[in-house]
């Protein structure tokens, strides 16, 4: 196989894989799985707040609202790091489309981490606790949004001619031998998941499992960032997102650190 051009180029038509049939409406594969995700991370959280005797519809809601705050932030993120290609003066690219890919788990987290002082409060839940259930959620709904990139073909990892490389289409339709950085992530949240679920019968502090996720998820975007066909960058050369993500292992990581010390 030549790896310097496309091995094939996939059907963009409605047959495709990046696109389903609901409705009698072909829908993009990426928005299918970003609503499963929401979905079943709010569910998550609910069954959390109700065995914690929280009334779960209250909180269902208030994720729900931190979801939709979230999604705007994660849209924004990508705005600001490519903004020659939406507001220079050569601009073409469809401000909300994110067919193509388009949205940060970065820029949510940064959105929805100060609303969620408000929200936590109009709920009349601590917020250290209500950050534990959003915890809980955000790794179950994360690997079903992974697995909407691998299908729309966003995210995507670099070529290899390695044993570890998949067949694998970018957004284009373009099929090639890549690192499958979407489903390395996927099983990184998996085993994140089952941790958790191992770990939340424990008394530990509130506040403490969500620091947990921050830094289990930083963690493994640090590594698996460089692998990835199109890293964002900002300066032509910096990784953003490998940037944040280690900030995110050193702060969350760090205030977890500084409270078992502490107790």
């Known amino acids: 196989m030549n790896l ?3 091995a094939s180029r996939a059907d963009k038509g409605p047959g495709y894989p990046r696109y389903f049939r609901i409705a009698g409406q072909w829908v993009n ?17 609910a069954a959390l707040a109700q065995s914690s005797g929280i009334p779960p519809l209250r909180v ?27 507001f220079g003066r050569n601009a073409y690219q469809p401000v909300w489309d994110s067919k193509d890919g388009g949205l940060s ?19 009349h839940i601590p917020a250290n606790v209500f950050w534990d259930f959003l915890g809980a959620g955000i790794l179950a709904g994360g690997f079903w949004v992974r697995l909407g990139c691998a299908f729309n073909g966003c995210c ?12 694998l289409h970018d957004t284009r339709g ?23 679920i ?18 289990w998820y930083g963690l493994g975007r640090f590594f698996l960032e460089p692998l990835r066909e199109a890293p ?32």
Do not use: K
């Open 156 to 167: 995507g990892g670099r070529e290899t001619r390695g044993w570890c490389g998949v067949c």
């Open 4 to 6: 310097t051009s496309p």
């Open 29 to 45: 594969s990426f928005t299918v799985f970003l609503c499963v995700g929401t979905y079943i991370g709010i569910l998550v959280i």
């Open 232 to 263: 964002d960058l900002i300066a032509g050369r910096v990784r953003i997102n490998q940037c944040v993500a280690a900030a995110l292992v050193l702060g969350a990581g760090g205030a977890l650190l500084a409270r078992a010390f502490a107790s």
């Open 198 to 215: 191992w770990l939340w019968p424990q008394s530990f502090p509130p506040g403490n499992y969500a620091l947990g996720v921050l830094a």
């Open 60 to 86: 269902g809601l208030g994720a729900l609202a931190l979801a939709i705050i979230g999604l705007v932030g994660a849209r924004v993120y990508h705005l600001l790091v490519y903004h020659p290609l939406y």
């Open 174 to 196: 373009v099929r090639r031998r890549r690192i499958p950085v979407q489903f390395l992530e996927m099983a990184w949240w998996l085993v994140g998941g089952i941790g958790f």
């Open 105 to 123: 788990v970065f820029g949510a987290f940064l959105a929805m981490a100060p609303c969620s002082f408000a929200v936590a409060r109009l709920l």
